[in-house]
């Protein structure tokens, strides 16, 4: 059964050409003056949260397909320069995948039919060493910082972690914005709540957290085009619910491909809202300064990423 | 010749204790809710600065001591799933020295006489998977988030770039703010401009950078503590001078010593000041918001970071 | 139950000062001229066989504790020099754990008491870039060349694997010998084979493979002394059997004790005798020329190796 | 000046289809069992060397290109079963580039036209997780075994080290095989001594080993082929001499061409043959036995390799 027409929504919410032939931000330019400002502002109480898990071996990936941070500290008692041996120092490398953990998926990411953000095409632009266009240093230049506003979809519905692979419609969106008070301007950036991060941060099971992954429907990639929204993130995999494949025939991901191909937005992934949503809940506000920096890895596809809000 | 009483300034501005004695934040626990409140009332004007160097191949490191950041796109042109053929993605991975370029130093990465800050003892701190204490996760959870105050060394002195390895005193620093008629609250961060950057943003040789490494006096840890600053960036290689043994008999890079060893002071290194530089010089605003998150890497003693400024 | 007296074995069969204070090579000392010259004789019908397993990603490791190699082609489709284009390479980066498939302990893998073969002492010579005594480099010296013996244990036992963790005693290990009518010589390799390497090439079941792990028991450390052994190797996890430790109180792995640190002897693992032994039973020659070189990595704990097998 | 028609060269040392469509194994193949015969029984007097460079930070690259292997011990003094405290162990990991030292050449790794050896199209073939035909495990799966002949340019030069980059031509190899008394047979390995790794092992200078790169002229390819040489190797970066590009107009590296692409030839690079030519010169036997094997990594374009010669 095809509740969707993606080819027909892809149509009308693809941002191709809209910010020039040659732009690698997509939706990231809707991040102007005034949004930084409104964010800015957002930050009023002094309190500060960062939404980053833990970057190391007992990350999310189970090893087999992307591998958890590998970290050595190979440089340990040893004296900086021979002629002072009192001081040493020690310095640390790292192998890892990098959208093991917390993350964005820069517009490079994902595509179908050949073809990524903005028409560049895949074999002009992917090259093993780094993507010649979209990579994820256009995102790192941004800063990715806006004012960020939180949908508690557990919470609202009463839950302390959505169970299994429940599709989070826009209409639910709407009804949880309206619970919460908040309303939308252009250049926010969107945090979604399922709970499912707490299969990681309380339960410390990887294999749990692939078996509840709610997130939104591809519905939703309109919404967030209609209401000129910057970028999304949320506590789960994907964003999108993982089931979606039969929703969209023909696409898995399919607000992957609608939101990172055709739209030009990044996607967080892995955000852990569990204390900002308690917060949120105990003070009433529920949007906030969001300031999550890629790391401007020259042609990456992903950036791993320590989301800092302040409110 | 001894010009600085290394162990009596070291006594002075030691802050072993002073948060607990399980505290592994040290300096940044100086930003409290106010200096939150001031840092995102500096962010104004709706402007946006990444100080991020580009993470690749082509970085700062030389190849034989530390490594540039690896990338490798390693999956192109695969569909994400076989029954979605139209579906494809691209996945990186990445090998690196954590201090390669923009960089954070956590407070476990230098130390001397075999204790790092607070009393921590060397052989029961490092280990060769990470640090049990003080690893960069601690500052990472704080975000590193507060005012920033640009002290622009280099404009004061009239030049784009210092030459060599000249030593910034703590006059200078006092001059240079009074100039640009700054002053310090409790919990700022200081950023140090020298212009040395240059050397690889514009020049783009690395060799020439390492030639041109003027920076902070030893002298200069006693101001950073008197001014209660939280951390202390500068677009170096090392923040301080890199000639300084000499001064403080027995101790190489010995401000590496009193700020991460003895203060608990975070030093942020090659943070590319020049755009920031030059709007601060054109609107006359030398303070902003400053958000450099480290990532949370458990048990590393740095972290690669690309820091956000907003004014 | 105590039935093995662990401690006044270790003592018999310890070879500490046998070749020197200063010796790395531990029992490949052993392999004179006389033992080359023999092993090249086995060699006379023109038959060689590989004994490596393919280093990649779906080799044994589950992911989680050692990696298995991950292999980037970086350069692809590029000029070697842009001059003339129409010449093109490919490049590649790995990274893996030294022993995630086929490869040989070196004498600085495994230890007890603080102390490794021939007395060094662990603190003195493991470092976080590698061992300063005992690395795998000084068996790469020799190149682990010689006469190998193989003993069928599985076909002897009339199984094409054995199942579970079966101990193979040194009773066991003389039926086999007698069954096919080999003796052994100063110098020789022995190659036990349990059959439990088709769970890794047949069944392509990384995690079946950990449930058979037959072995040899931790008297056969002593047998292997008796006989003038140089080096041993098997197509299991650990040439031991798994579940030894109940055997020899206090101790788990007792022969990776026995045998590395007290005997200075290197452990072959995960061979894949397959091929060799099906040709073995069927003419009747089971010794041959085995040539297996570790790469000299400096300091490493051990090697992957892709072991050659001359008949 | 055009001295070598290439494209005509090329079109005689064809070897396409000569083993089949679908061969992987090029000249190795030439190694049937009286060249395994022939190489095992060279080795009559019981001497062994290594022909390997060590393999570490301080080998032969320069970091920006290829980068030497990073080793890491990552688990050191940590017990391998925590309810036997007594038995630890140490376990390492290795970053590298495939070819970053001693090593051979896959048939995958140089190209020209868009086409590989075989016929096999680049487009088809090459991949960023590994070449799909041609791969290093096809040489593995043969060990790279048989009977080596030593060519001592140098020697025969009466240098200790040829110095600049001197074009070895057919002629010369005809001399000095003369000279040394050695006649050659089908499937035989050809060691070409330039003397120019004792920048290396000598000097320690990896630059200094970069402005002497001696090595064979472009019409040697015809000259191995036309005695069914399996494979060559030398203790240089590339076999041939470096400024060959000239010679072979619109070709650089033209014996990489000819060789790997062609004829289906592995090169061996940087192979250390300095004690091995010292003992062929006091004993005047110049041929051994040599095994080579590269570890079979699944796709790499080429491998790592200690190898072993037994005289």
Known sequence: MKTVDFEAMAERIRNWGRWGAEDNRGTLN?????ALVRGAAAARQGKRFSLGLPFDRDGPQDGIGRTNPQLFLHTLGKPVNP???????????????????????ALSHVHYDGVLYNGCKV??????????????????????VSRGVLLDVAAYLGTPMMEGFQGITPDLLNQVAAHQGVSFA???IVAIRTGAIR?????????????????????CA???????????????VAVEVMNAGAVADEMCLPMHGLCIRDMGMPLGEMFN?????????????????????PLGFTGAVGSPVNPIVLK
């Open 273 to 293: 809202l569990e204390a900002l949503a308690a917060d949120c809940a105990a003070d009433g506000q529920y949007d906030f300064l969001m300031c999550a920096p």
């Open 186 to 188: 252009t250049g926010d």
């Open 199 to 219: 299969c990681l941060t309380i339960d410390k099971d990887r294999n749990l957290f692939r078996k509840h992954q709610s997130g939104l429907t591809p519905e």
């Open 30 to 34: 809707l991040i102007g003056p005034e």
């Open 123 to 144: 074999c002009d632009t992917l090259t093993p060493t780094g993507a010649t266009r979209l990579g994820v240093e256009h995102l790192a230049d941004t800063g990715i």
């Open 222 to 236: 309109e919404w967030l085009h209609d209401h000129q929204v910057a970028a999304v993130c949320a506590d789960n």
């Open 83 to 105: 002629a002072f041996p009192r001081v040493q120092w020690a310095d640390d490398s790292v192998f890892m995948t990098l959208q093991c953990a917390t993350q964005w998926d």
